[in-house]
């Protein structure tokens, strides 16, 4: 039977690069719906309730915003993955991500699938700029990333790679941050798709049974 991977448009080219084991069919929600996670939650519990007859539902998000929180499933179990977000995801384990944040706090981490799918820095800024002047504009910017010390770009050996690396290039010069990058590790991203998910990393949720916050867990240190 197939197996069922809903999942952000963030990871999109990631996920489509893995050579599944088994019959997958892919959904991907736009990443935009992050900004308003009462949507988000919505449409992917629109998306579960018409899960029918597949083997089993990934649902590749974290707990997004609270966004995966109550959600519930269908007549087809559910698979998550026991994350805050899909940062852990790209980095390859929830303790990579956690050496990354006790390491320096204050980064804002891109990666290929960002910069194409959310609101582009570079552009907003534009926009507000040519609205509003020079000077509202960099206070703008000044208010929204104050508190962010760095970029950190995660290499996914994404095809327009090169193109949002220097994106991001110029959102650290943009927000006066200093400019790092390191390499994705697909191997949480593989599991997702071929296994095995076992419960360290993925919460399974029976048919007809709600996704709880707490089982995402807050100081959960294991790869």
């Known amino acids: ?19 599944p084991n088994h019959q997958v069919e892919y959904e991907f929600i736009p990443m935009k719906l992050h900004l308003y996670p009462q949507k988000l939650h919505k ?3 629109d998306v579960l309730d018409l899960c029918l007859g597949y083997s089993k539902v990934i649902l590749a998000f974290g707990l997004c915003g609270g966004a995966a929180k109550n959600l519930k499933a269908s007549e087809c179990a559910v698979i998550i993955p ?20 006790n390491e ?7 990666s290929c699938g960002w910069m194409i799918s959310e609101k582009n820095i570079l552009s907003e ?12 504009a960099f206070r703008i ?4 990333y104050d508190s962010y010390k760095k970029v950190l770009f995660i290499h996914t050996a994404c095809t327009v790679e090169d193109v949002t690396i220097q994106q991001s290039k110029e959102i ?10 390191t390499q994705g ?10 296994g095995p998910w076992d419960e360290d990393h993925f919460i399974h949720i029976a048919p007809f049974e709600t996704i709880e916050e707490e089982l995402f867990g807050i100081c959960d240190m294991r790869n």
């Open 185 to 194: 590790n697909d191997a949480y991203l593989q599991k997702i798709v071929n």
């Open 141 to 144: 910017l000044d208010r929204m």
């Open 43 to 45: 449409e992917l519990q």
């Open 104 to 110: 320096e706090k204050g980064t804002f981490y891109l």
């Open 82 to 101: 026991r994350v805050h977000d899909c940062l852990p995801i790209l980095l390859g384990s929830k303790r990579r991500y956690e050496n990354f944040v």
């Open 172 to 181: 650290a010069e943009l927000l006066n941050l200093s400019y790092h990058t």
């Open 1 to 19: 039977m197939t197996v069922k991977i809903i999942a952000c448009e963030v990871m999109k080219e990631e996920l489509l690069a893995i050579n």
């Open 125 to 136: 800024h534009q926009r507000v700029f040519k609205m509003y002047g020079e000077k509202k």
